[in-house]
Antibody, heavy 119, light 107 residues
């Protein structure tokens, strides 16, 4: 059974930092691109960042470019999102999601980890 | 970026009825790269349809997708109680991948 389990969310003050993690199981993690998608409370889905299977290709939404850093450790089946200079508008449920490649949709999703940016 | 606009915002129907959800794109793209997701309260999105019309694993055949260019449709032929949820379309043809704002299907 495929599982993606996110962790690391919490309450942080504006300007602060958080590091999200996603641990994968049930599939060959190193064969998949991985992405972060977020959902603000009561709102729709927003793609945040993605990383290719071998970490050679990394992309970010304009809204987080320069503040967030995505990375992965294939030996540990783990995906990360380092979030710096957090703003109130970054408050959201952050989902980890997998993708076979650029021509494929997001097939598996975790349950999300909540990030709240507030003073 | 490609903007996806879904309509209607809310669809009020009864079990057994047919649901037709629309997704319109701000620019044309290949139908190979349009997906639909279902999201129930408190749950993660679930992939329903990819490549405009291919059902994901385990998705019942009452769900179907169609369209091309800038206009795409998700049809649920006969609504079951478990189908009442929010549905999102997504394009993954061009970066950044974008989602529509969602259509809520309610009783």
């Amino acid at each position: 059974e495929v599982q993606l389990v996110e962790s690391g969310g919490g309450l942080v003050q504006p300007g602060g930092s958080l590091r999200l993690s996603c641990t994968a199981s049930g599939f060959t993690f190193g064969d998949y691109a991985m992405h972060w998608v977020r959902q603000a409370p009561g709102k729709g889905l927003e793609w945040v960042s993605g990383i290719s299977s071998g970490s050679g290709d990394i992309i970010y939404a304009d809204s987080v470019k320069g503040r967030f850093t995505i990375s992965r450790d294939n030996a540990k089946n783990s995906l990360f999102l380092q979030m710096n200079s957090l703003r109130s508008e970054d408050t959201a449920l952050y989902y980890c999601t997998s993708r076979r490649g650029s021509g494929w949709p997001f097939d598996y999703w975790g349950q999300g980890t909540l990030v709240t940016v507030s003073s | 970026e490609i903007v996806l606009t879904q309509s209607p915002g809310t669809l009020s129907l009864s079990p057994g009825e047919r649901a037709t959800l629309s997704c319109r794109a701000s620019q044309s793209f290949s139908s190979s790269y349009l997906a639909w997701y279902q999201q129930k309260p408190g749950q993660a999105p679930r992939l329903l349809i990819y490549g405009t019309s291919s059902r994901a694993t385990g998705i019942p055949d009452r769900f179907s997708g169609s369209g091309s260019g800038t206009d795409f449709t998700l049809t649920i032929s006969r609504l079951e109680p478990e189908d009442f949820a929010v549905y999102y379309c997504q394009q993954y043809a061009r970066s950044p991948s974008t989602f529509g704002q969602g259509t809520k299907v309610e009783i």
